[in-house]
């Protein structure tokens, strides 16, 4: 995601900065907004990248009907859609692929982060068609295919294949998202929404607490998470959490929002 190329896709000027100039021939488009791709794809236009779950855009879903509009458009136009599944994927979301919950398939895929528990690797999936391209000696990387590493995926794969584990997380995930649901209706002055399913959510903060200070209480609380755009916190809990791991995060939760209402009561 640091590539500069990826940089580029991403638009994240965050990222971009001292980094230019950006890789050229990405064109951005606002999230579930079916015309305004349509009228940015030309002759020049390759393929469509989406996340099904927006992770640093702050756990912003794309809507079944996005997702179908983009997978027709695609076909009409010959152009390849484009999945990330860097967040979404291994079981994250409930579903092996975020995709699934849509039925709408991608062309390519670009996967990582749960793909190695922990040890670094990335991949990409593709369909024949997609990657008729991808002969050898084309490309490649230093590091692809690291033993270790193909090794440690495969051993992630064995546990998150086994019966039950992953429709496990979708139940502790909609556990979980009743619990922060119900953070936002006890402490409305300080947190705003639930987003996100499985464990992949996140839950928005009020204007006047600032994602990063909420991640700093938290964090001297107990609880390590990362900020998201649109002032969301993270909650990704690991796929093996119980109920009690759970239940002692939103506890963390709670005590840090009634820190802030009282800060604000003093002032």
Known sequence: GRLLNALAATGNEKYLEGFGPPAPGYKHAPLNNTNVVRDMVDDETAGILVEPIQGEGGIRATTTQFLKDLRAICDEFGLLLFYDEIHTGFGRTGKMWGY??????????AIAKGMGGGFPIGAFM???KAAVGMVP????STYGGNPLATGVANAVL???????FIDDVAKKGEYLKGQLEGLVKRHPSVYTEQRGMGFLQGIQCAPAVPAGD?????QSLGMLVPPAGENVVRIFPALIADKAALDEGIDI?????QSFEAAKAAE
């Open 137 to 140: 000696g084309t490309h490649g």
């Open 158 to 164: 064995d546990e998150l294949l086994k019966p039950g």
């Open 214 to 218: 909420m991640v700093n209480r938290l």
């Open 126 to 128: 593709a369909t024949e």
């Open 100 to 109: 699934e919950w849509s039925g709408v398939k991608p062309d390519v895929a």
């Open 253 to 257: 939760l709670g005590k840090a929002a």
